[in-house]
């Protein structure tokens, strides 16, 4: 069974700094495009960011460039996000995702339970 | 951007009707158009890929048909489970990957 397990959000300052994990198992995960979506309370789903199998190519929404940096470990199974100059609005819940072996591929599934990320100011 | 508007926002139906939803792509997205289903205080869950094709385990009521910008998932008789807000999603053309606002299927 494909399971995705989260971890480390946490309450944390504007301007601030966190870095999310994602632990993976079931799959063989080196061969899968992986990718973070965020929900923020009571909001629609945002996609944020996705990396190849390799971690060669990696791709970010305009609102988190330049600020996010996603990366994986594929020796551990782990997808990271490190989230940096937090803004308010990045308050959501971050769902780690499995995409597809190709880009092509698109969908998301599965999704795992999530991390919540709170920003005070 | 490819931009993914639904509708209606909120469908309102009495359990054993049928419901469907509306999803159009403000561009061309072949049939590159998942659907998923997200029950209050859960992670969303994939009903749908490729416009019409079930992932596994979903029950057959559930229907994805549609191509290019117009897309429709059906849900020929609602059951209590079905419940739940519903978005479709396209990665014909990433990124971004985007995401239609939701329709929330409530009891009528």
């Known amino acids: 069974e494909v399971q995705l397990l989260e971890s480390g959000g946490r309450l944390a300052q504007r301007g601030g700094s966190l870095r999310l994990s994602c632990q993976s198992s079931?799959?063989?995960?080196?061969?899968?495009?992986m990718g973070w979506v965020r929900q923020a309370p009571g909001k629609g789903l945002e996609w944020v960011s996705s990396i190849s199998g390799s971690g060669l190519s990696r791709y970010y929404a305009d609102s988190v460039k330049g600020r996010f940096t996603v990366t994986r470990d594929n020796s551990r199974n782990t997808l990271f996000l490190q989230m940096n100059s937090l803004r308010l609005e990045d308050a959501a819940m971050y769902h780690c995702v499995k995409l597809g072996r190709r880009p092509s591929e698109g969908w998301l599934d599965p999704w795992g339970q999530g991390t919540v990320v709170t920003v005070s100011s | 951007e490819i931009l993914m508007t639904q509708s209606p926002a909120i469908l309102s139906v009495s359990p054993g009707e049928r419901a469907t939803l509306s999803c159009r792509a403000s561009?061309?997205?072949?049939?590159?158009l998942a659907w998923y289903q997200q029950r209050p205080g859960q992670a969303p869950r994939l009903l749908i890929f490729g416009a019409s094709t079930r992932a596994t385990g979903i029950p057959a009521r559930f229907r994805g048909s549609g191509s290019g910008t117009d897309f429709t998932l059906t849900i020929s008789s609602v059951q209590s489970d079905d419940f739940a807000i519903y978005y479709c999603?396209?990665?014909?053309?990433?990124?971004?990957?985007?995401f239609g606002g939701g329709t929330r299927v409530e009891i009528k």
């Open positions: 999603q396209q990665y014909y053309n990433w990124p971004p990957i985007t």
């Open positions: 561009q061309s997205v072949t049939s590159d």
């Open positions: 079931g799959f063989s995960f080196s061969d899968y495009v």
